[in-house]
């Protein structure tokens, strides 16, 4: 198993606006450069899917997993012999709002997935949840 997290306490934005810019998978490029589009059919809620085209990849069905409106969002995406779960928290604190990014792969060829996909991946997590708040704040909810 192979982890990597990333927190940021923010002021910028609410809970409203990080869930409905987040729930709006088909302008999730708007935000994230690494994709060439993401698209949800269907509401944002589990047991549903989108599919997420990145630069230079191929399109990859992403399960939702659990969804809890405003705090938690856990997505699966299928690797032959291996799953990556994403995992997205915000929570209310004192000092502003915390959103986790959690990535977590499993599986036998894990390991693998981790060297030729899911690294990359990990490591715009920082820069992927600043531009989350520099657009989610400007949202209207």
């Not at 990145?54 to 659990?66: A, D, H, Q, S």
């Not at 894990?110 to 949202?139: G, N, P």
């Amino acid at each position: 198993m192979w982890t990597k997290s990333h927190t940021v306490i923010t002021k910028e934005a609410t809970k409203e606006q990080m869930w409905k810019l987040f729930t709006d998978v088909n302008n999730w490029h708007v935000w994230n450069n690494e994709i060439e589009f993401a698209k949800l059919e269907g509401k944002f809620e589990a047991g549903n899917h989108y599919l997420i085209q990145p630069r230079n990849g191929r399109t990859v069905k992403v399960k939702l997993i659990k969804v809890v409106e405003n705090r938690q969002c856990l997505e699966l995406g299928e690797f032959p012999l291996a799953k990556m779960y994403y995992e997205h928290i915000i929570e209310e604190t004192p000092d502003g709002l915390k959103i986790t990014s959690t990535i977590t792969m499993t599986g036998l060829l894990s390991f693998l997935w981790v060297q030729l996909v899911v690294r990359k991946i990990a490591s715009t997590m920082a820069s992927h949840v600043q531009e989350q708040i520099k657009v989610a704040s400007k949202l209207l909810v």
